[in-house]
């Protein structure tokens, strides 16, 4: 079967848990003789715009296309008439059976109705909110939780575009962002119900775009990630030694990683260290007031790591926080913890919550509630017995080949 799998980003430059996914994925199939490409792009300002880069990672064929994307109209930045057109170049040399979207930034929703109308089956993986929410994660840009993008009201995103004002003629400026904000709204719905198969990796996720109108969360297929290695004994907490935390991901404010260095500041002196693993130059600010304000205490930055490893870093960990202020989907870090038996802490938000359950899987905490979560942390590098009973009730997590089974009857339509 002949398979294209497309998104924005990829390995190994980019390491999120929709790359790292897709790429999973898309090399199991392709060890189980698929015929496999993965279609990406990158911005690159020294090449030229529209470059076709081929290669292989993985024994996975790789075609990366390059854009230097500058919107002249907020317009264009949803309805992307200059990727359709490369899309559509690459479908018509491909010809692949199935197209599974992981992403559609750049690439823009309308490439969804351009893949079916090509024959092939067509499945999109809502990762997050890209399609309601221009910046992908229900955040207002005061940081607060968003509600008007499920109603397609919200503009305060939208104005980090410039406006043409020849293609909104005799509008107001306020009225061009509301009709903006409608547009991109029912473009991306109109678009996202051309797709065969619509999966996401959290009820929750599935639920919102009920909310919004979109579909029936019960059409929506629930599927997480799976994991590749084996699955670990539990942990078992050592009261001699302090316990190691890890925060695994990005590093900007969404992932919410001020809200656990600020907890670290209410745990001194107690016997607890943190190590941060993650990009640390994609957001050089964030990233210079985190490092301040872990000044004086045991705090570690490790920058990245290639996902390969992510056994050897986990080894090196007693527990992982995940805690993000935005409605995360289902973060696979919080799996890999529960595939090594490590009890997690999350953020009571999101697809979060749903992976763990309080007292019983792991601990949750309130959104951006630096004190909350020091508590936890606390409670579990003091109380063994407590820490013993999370990591063995931690949840069962799908193996790699379970998924992609079920992938490839999605891909035919035999599910």
């Known amino acids: 079967m002949k398979i294209l799998v497309a998104l924005h980003d990829y390995l190994p430059r980019h390491t999120g848990g929709a790359e790292i996914h897709a790429h999973q994925t898309a090399r199991e199939l392709a060890r189980r003789g698929h015929e496999v490409t993965v279609l990406f792009t990158e911005r690159d300002l ?4 529209g470059e076709r880069r081929e290669g292989v990672l993985d024994g996975v064929r790789t075609l990366e296309i390059v854009h230097q994307r500058e919107y002249a109209d907020v ?15 690459q479908l018509a040399e491909l010809r692949p059976d199935a197209v599974h979207f992981h992403h559609l930034a750049i690439w823009g929703s309308r490439c969804i109705a351009a893949a079916r109308e090509s024959g092939a089956r067509v499945l999109v993986t809502l990762h997050d909110y ?6 992908s994660t229900l955040l207002r840009p005061d940081g607060e939780l968003c509600t008007e993008a499920l109603h397609g009201r919200c503009t305060a995103c939208l104005r980090r575009h410039p406006v043409w004002r020849e293609r909104w003629p005799e509008l107001e400026p306020e009225e061009i962002w509301a009709q903006a904000a409608r547009a991109r709204f029912e473009r991306h719905r109109a678009d996202l119900s051309r797709a065969h198969v619509v999966i996401a990796p959290s009820r929750f996720l599935a ?5 919004a109108g979109w579909l029936r969360a019960a059409d929506c297929e629930v599927l997480r990630a799976g ?13 001699s030694r302090a316990l190691r935390v890890g925060y695994i991901g990005g590093i900007y404010f969404s992932k919410g990683v001020h809200v656990l260095v600020d907890a670290f500041q209410h745990l001194r002196g107690e016997p607890l260290e943190l190590s941060i693993h993650g990009h640390l130059d994609w957001f050089p600010d964030y990233a210079a007031g985190l490092r301040r304000a872990a000044s004086g205490l045991p ?12 056994d050897e870093v986990l080894a090196q960990l007693d527990l992982v926080v995940v805690p993000s202020v935005w409605y995360e989907n289902m973060p696979i870090t919080i799996h890999e913890a529960h595939r090594h038996g490590i009890p997690v802490v999350v953020t009571a938000l999101g697809g979060m919550a749903e992976a763990v359950e309080h007292g019983v899987t792991g601990l949750t905490f309130p959104r951006g ?8 942390m606390r409670t579990l590098a003091l109380d063994a017995e407590l820490y ?3 990591a063995q009730n931690r949840p069962r997590v799908p193996t790699l080949e379970e998924v992609v089974e079920r992938l490839e009857r999605l891909y035919t339509g035999s599910a």
Request: with cysteine; proline share 9%; glycine share 4%.
């Open 369 to 376: 509630d630096a004190l909350a979560l020091a508590g936890a």
């Open 207 to 211: 639920q919102t775009f009920e909310a």
């Open 388 to 390: 013993d009973r999370l």
């Open 75 to 89: 317009r264009e930045s949803f309805e992307e008439e200059r990727s359709l057109a490369v899309f559509r170049r």
């Open 130 to 135: 890209h399609l309601l929410c221009d910046v």
């Open 46 to 49: 020294a090449a030229r715009d």
């Open 227 to 239: 994991y590749p290695g084996p699955r670990f004994a539990p942990r078992r907490r050592d009261p």
């Open 299 to 310: 705090v570690a930055f490790h920058g990245p790591f290639a996902p390969e490893r992510v």
